[in-house]
């Protein structure tokens, strides 16, 4: 009878472990998505500001 009990309760934490590994994994895959886009974005600006300056020193 306490067998069964205690069974049923590990089941229960390899169910929430799982979950937490799941919740966890997602949100580091959107938190790294996020980091990209922002990445991406800064070195883009970088590349124009770039641009802007090699144009500025053309001018001159």
């Given at each position: 009878?306490?067998?069964?009990?205690?069974?049923?309760?590990?089941?229960?934490?390899?169910?929430?472990?799982?979950?937490?590994?799941k919740t966890i994994w997602r949100k580091t895959k959107n938190w790294r998505k996020k980091k990209k886009k922002e990445l991406e974005k800064e070195r883009e600006?970088?590349?124009?500001?770039?641009?802007?300056?090699k144009e500025e020193m053309e001018k001159k």
């Open positions: 009878e306490e067998e069964e009990e205690d069974k049923e309760k590990e089941e229960e934490m390899e169910k929430e472990v799982e979950n937490w590994k600006e970088m590349e124009k500001e770039e641009e802007m300056e």
